[in-house]
T-cell receptor, first 115, second 115 residues
Framework: DTGVSQDPRHKITKRGQNVTFRCDPISEHNRLYWYRQTLGQGPEFLTYFQNEAQLEKSRLLSDRFSAERPKGSFSTLEIQRTEQGDSAMYLC?????????????FGPGTRLTVL | AQTVTQSQPEMSVQEAETVTLSCTYDTSESDYYLFWYKQPPSRQMILVIRQEAYKQQNATENRFSVNFQKAAKSFSLKISDSQLGDAAMYFCACHSGGGADGLTFGKGTHLIIQP
């Protein structure tokens, strides 16, 4: 399968715990995006990487959130000291900057539930 | 900054009929792209159709077409010959041409197909 993959698909955690999600983009894609989607809403942009450089961060990305993309391949999103308000679907997308049309391909998402 | 507004939380259409989903947007960018994404109950986002803002011709993909009115900042999606598999959440999204930020999504329209 050459699509975007995310792991885990579901995560249940207790408030105050740290969680980490992983995203593997389409192999030739140099851009990687993280979004958060709450029930009944459209996805909201969190952060963006071009290769290994994190170029943009939304104000939604509080200090408890950190994202990395070592070597410009897979990416991880870590949430420290989780809160109930962090419960959401976390979506990853990737694109190729040379494509000219900025099409982003999405992964299946990681559903986080904070108890 | 960009905003995307979808004013129809839910639409219903009979199978084989035609339905139009509305979207308006606002952006300060002169170079931007518009997209319609479909999110079926399994929740993986799938690109339906895209439109480059500099193109006057409306995009078409099989049964899906758009009505792009640049001056009015309107970008509606028409689905012809609706099929049961079209049932999903549909999100309108905007992206700047440089690609240095994420997609801005509307809140979505839940499309119901009546058999």
């Amino acid at each position: 399968d050459t699509g975007v993959s995310q792991d885990p698909r579901h995560k249940i955690t207790k408030r105050g715990q740290n969680v980490t999600f992983r995203c593997d983009p389409i192999s030739e894609h140099n851009r990687l995006y993280w979004y958060r989607q709450t029930l009944g809403q459209g996805p909201e942009f969190l952060t963006y990487f071009q290769n290994e450089a994190q170029l943009e961060k939304s104000r939604l990305l509080s200090d408890r959130f950190s994202a990395e993309r070592p070597k410009g391949s897979f990416s991880t999103l870590e949430i420290q000291r989780t809160e109930q308000g962090d419960s959401a679907m976390y979506l990853c997308a990737s694109s190729f900057s040379g494509a000219g049309h900025n099409e982003q391909f999405f992964g299946p998402g990681t559903r986080l539930t904070v108890l | 900054a960009q905003t995307v507004t979808q004013s129809q939380p839910e639409m219903s259409v009979q199978e084989a009929e035609t339905v139009t989903l509305s979207c308006t947007y606002d952006t300060s960018e002169s170079d931007y792209y518009l997209f319609w994404y479909k999110q079926p109950p399994s929740r993986q986002m799938i690109l339906v159709i895209r439109q480059e803002a500099y193109k006057q011709q409306n995009a078409t993909e099989n049964r899906f077409s758009v009505n792009f009115q640049k001056a009015a900042k309107s970008f509606s999606l028409k689905i012809s010959d609706s099929q049961l598999g079209d049932a999903a959440m549909y999100f309108c999204a905007c992206h700047s041409g440089g690609g240095a930020d994420g997609l801005t999504f509307g809140k979505g329209t839940h499309l119901i197909i009546q058999p």
